[in-house]
């Protein structure tokens, strides 16, 4: 049963990359006159609801709107952070292909590296460098509200990824997609955990989010299985309500779809364990 819910994950996250290469397959074959009709207006920008959230920043703060920002993009962001409020970031756990796309690459690291893999960087410094993707945000707010453009898709691997081919991405947004790959062999979502914006925004949403994660303590084994498996190195095993601004909502740790022996044990719940879980 475990495996059929992990599984689930699995197919949504290819289900959502595949649908991604394709818009952005079918958005540059529309300029030959070869794109399927009902899709040929949709791009990659389109689909990222990051434009909505930079949109809105400056519409708050000059009153204008980003050149190339379309209405799905708020749809879209309205969505993601709902479900964020409700459950956490399910949209980088589940969703966004660049997340898959570096889980991917890391369960080769895992094949080269074992254990080692995803623990190459010592934790005092780790800790630290996890905020850089706040500073991040914060430049990319700023220059996107001064500009009116989509500054981020200049650096942005992720936009490098399923634009490549196109005359549109630029030399660093190539180099950091290499980077990315490179480090993803050694690091578990590199990009994810340090530079994305998005997910440090939707990341805050932990902080507040209605139905956080909890771990029972009195049924806990400490076998630190949760700690192991999870991708964004959070120490599950030492904390009752994980509210670590790093969860990505993947339910890896949990009893009922993860790796937690204990059922019960860890769950994505509102109320307090009670004796009867014990
Ligand atoms: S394994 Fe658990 S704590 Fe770690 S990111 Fe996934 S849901 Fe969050
Ligand atoms: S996997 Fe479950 S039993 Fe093991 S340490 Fe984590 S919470 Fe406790």
Same mark, same amino acid.
């Given at each position: 049963m475990k495996k059929?819910?992990?599984? @689930?994950? #699995?197919?949504?996250?290819?289900?959502?990359?595949?649908?991604?290469?394709?818009?952005?397959?079918?958005?540059? @074959?529309?300029?030959? =006159?070869k794109g399927i009709p009902l899709l040929s207006g949709a791009s990659l920008h389109a689909v990222c609801p990051f434009g909505g959230v930079v949109s809105l920043y400056q519409l708050a703060t000059s009153g204008t709107f980003v050149k190339k920002v379309h209405e799905s993009n708020?749809?879209?962001? +309205?969505?993601? %952070?709902?479900?964020?409020?409700? *459950?956490?970031?399910? %949209?980088? =756990?589940? !969703?966004?292909? %660049?997340?898959?796309?570096? /889980? &991917? *690459?890391g369960r080769l690291g895992k094949k080269l590296f074992k254990r080692r893999f995803n623990h190459f960087i010592p934790y005092?410094?780790?800790?630290?460098?996890?905020?850089?993707r706040y500073?991040?945000?914060i430049i990319v707010l700023i220059q996107t509200a001064r500009s009116g453009l989509l500054m981020f898709a200049n650096i942005d691997p992720y936009f490098a990824l399923f634009q490549f081919w196109t005359g549109e991405v630029t030399r660093i947004? !190539? +180099?950091a997609l290499l980077v990315v790959m490179g480090l993803s062999l050694f690091v578990e979502r590199p990009f994810c955990k340090y530079a994305c914006?998005? =997910?440090? *925004?939707? =990341? @805050? %949403?932990? @902080?507040?989010? +209605?139905?956080?994660?909890?771990?029972?303590? #009195?049924?806990?084994?400490?076998?630190?299985?949760?700690?192991?498996?999870?991708?964004?190195? !959070? $120490?599950? #095993?030492?904390? /009752?309500?994980?509210?670590?601004?790093q969860c990505?909502?993947?339910?890896?740790?949990? $009893?009922?779809?993860?790796?937690?022996? &204990?059922?019960?044990?860890?769950e994505f719940r509102t109320g307090t364990f009670k004796e009867s879980d014990s």
């Open positions: 059929k819910k992990r599984r @689930l994950r #699995s197919v949504i996250q290819i289900l959502f990359f595949i649908l991604i290469a394709f818009i952005a397959v079918n958005h540059t @074959l529309l300029e030959s =006159g708020v749809i879209l962001m +309205i969505i993601v %952070f709902s479900s964020a409020f409700l *459950l956490g970031p399910l %949209f980088c =756990g589940w !969703i966004c292909p %660049f997340g898959s796309f570096q /889980e &991917i *690459l005092k410094y780790d800790r630290i460098l996890r905020y850089f500073v991040v945000l947004a !190539i +180099i914006p998005y =997910g440090a *925004l939707l =990341g @805050l %949403f932990n @902080l507040i989010r +209605i139905v956080p994660l909890k771990r029972n303590v #009195s049924t806990c084994i400490n076998c630190s299985r949760c700690d192991r498996s999870c991708p964004m190195n !959070i $120490s599950v #095993s030492s904390l /009752e309500v994980i509210r670590n601004h990505i909502s993947c339910f890896q740790c949990t $009893s009922d779809d993860g790796v937690c022996p &204990i059922p019960g044990t860890v």
